[in-house]
């Protein structure tokens, strides 16, 4: 099993501003990802956070917008830049720590964008 | 992947099963079935997973079709506390570990 912490649990943020996420794990996993998830509505996947290399982004998502960080095996940041009102959303960590385990999901940082 | 099919919502009676369907009729040879489910305002939570057979754990079972075209998760005893966004996710073996999360089936346990 795996412990995700991450920080902050939830924040307000002005438009135009932007926010880092952490998420902090109790054990080196190779495959970390980050979702969102919007009002009312189920998980997106937004990249894969690649140690020691970019981050690999899904459609719609791009590295200028969300820039990831994840310097080592416990450890990854994603910031929201340049928020808008449509950036309000829950942001998720979740990780895998084998190839065919499942998937460990942190509790979410929920952003208000104003 | 392949995609799934749920119902958007259903209601359950406390302490009577809860069988929550999923059709996944594209599933190819080599993808699992797993289940999460969503309390809300928690993340999401690992329930089970199956390739072929049938699977039980402490928390539910996970019934899958001869054809794997389809399956149902199975509460044996539903509580107040199972109230939650129920996801079925078709995963590949070769997965890197990321989920495609469809809407999911809306689970509400009534008193």
């Known amino acids: 099993s795996a412990v995700i912490s991450q920080k902050p649990s939830r924040d307000i943020c002005q438009r135009g501003t932007s926010l880092t996420i952490q998420c902090q794990v109790d054990?080196?996993?190779?495959?970390m990802f980050w979702y969102r998830q919007q009002p009312g509505q189920s998980l997106t996947l937004i990249a894969t956070?690649?140690?020691?290399?970019?981050?690999?982004?899904e459609s719609g998502f791009v590295i200028d917008k969300f820039p990831i960080s994840r310097p080592n095996l416990t450890f990854s940041t994603l910031t929201v830049s340049n928020m808008s009102p449509e950036d309000s959303s829950i942001y998720l960590c979740?990780?895998?720590?084998?190839?065919?385990?499942?998937?460990?999901f942190g509790q979410g940082t929920r952003l208000t964008v104003v | 992947d392949a995609k799934t099919t749920q119902p958007t919502s259903m209601d359950c009676a406390e302490g009577r099963a809860a069988n929550l369907p999923c059709n996944h009729s594209?599933?190819?040879?080599?993808?699992?079935v797993y289940w999460y489910r969503q309390i809300h305002s928690q993340g999401p939570q690992y329930i089970i997973h199956?390739?072929?057979n049938n699977e039980t754990n402490e928390m539910a079972s996970l019934i899958i079709t001869e054809d794997r075209k389809s399956s149902t998760l199975i509460l044996p005893h539903a509580t107040l506390r199972d109230t939650a966004v129920y996801y079925c996710?078709?995963?590949?073996?070769?997965?890197?570990?990321?989920?495609?999360f469809g809407q999911g089936t809306t689970l509400q346990v009534k008193p």
């Open positions: 199956g390739l072929k």
């Open positions: 956070a690649n140690q020691g290399s970019e981050a690999t982004y």
């Open positions: 594209t599933i190819s040879g080599n993808e699992y």
């Open positions: 996710i078709v995963r590949p073996s070769s997965n890197t570990g990321k989920l495609i």
């Open positions: 979740s990780v895998v720590p084998n190839t065919n385990t499942e998937a460990f």
């Open positions: 054990s080196q996993v190779t495959m």
